[in-house]
Each structure stands twice: as C-alpha cells, then as structure tokens.
C-alpha cells in the first residue's frame, strides 16, 4: 500500500509508531480522501474478522488441546507397556 497513513504508522527504528505532526498528517490525509479511508477500513476488518474470528480460534485451540490428549495417552499407553514387560 502507498499511502501516507500506512507509512507513518509503521513503527520507526526506535519502535515509536509515529510523531504527532506525522499522525495529524496522516488523519489529513484520510478525512480528505475518502476512497482510502474507505478501502483502509475494509482493509481492517477483513484483518481483524481473519486473525480474531471466534470459531476459527476455538477451533485451533481445541485442536491444541486434542493434540495435548492424544500426546498423553500415547505417552501414558507406552509407560504402560515397559512397566507390564
């Protein structure tokens, strides 16, 4: 993306996000441009609906913890064996 916004938003070396001139430029920016502001907050959403979307994380969390249960009992199962042998 080429826009102000975006570039003044990337953290800076010193890990600042931004100057308050650079910030009150980019807000300039969008309130004067309202395609870019519109895409950027498509753009946004589509972000946060993909990262923090509910279903999808519960479902890799309860993947997570099947794979703890498999693990386990496989672990559990094998102790099992040596201790009958």
């Known amino acids: 993306m080429n826009c102000t916004f975006y570039h003044c938003c ?3 070396p010193d890990r600042s996000v931004m100057s ?3 910030l009150v430029a ?3 920016s969008l ?3 309202t395609d ?3 895409r950027l907050g498509r753009q946004g959403r589509r972000t946060i609906e993909e990262r923090f979307d509910f279903r999808r ?3 890799a969390l ?3 913890y099947q794979s703890i249960v498999d693990v386990s009992r496989s672990q559990r199962g094998s102790l099992a064996n ?3 042998r």
């Open 10 to 12: 990337r953290p800076g």
């Open 20 to 22: 308050n001139r650079r």
């Open 26 to 28: 980019a807000v300039r």
């Open 31 to 33: 309130l004067g441009d």
């Open 36 to 38: 870019l502001a519109a």
């Open 57 to 59: 994380r519960t479902a």
């Open 62 to 64: 309860e993947a997570l």
């Open 82 to 84: 040596a201790v009958d």
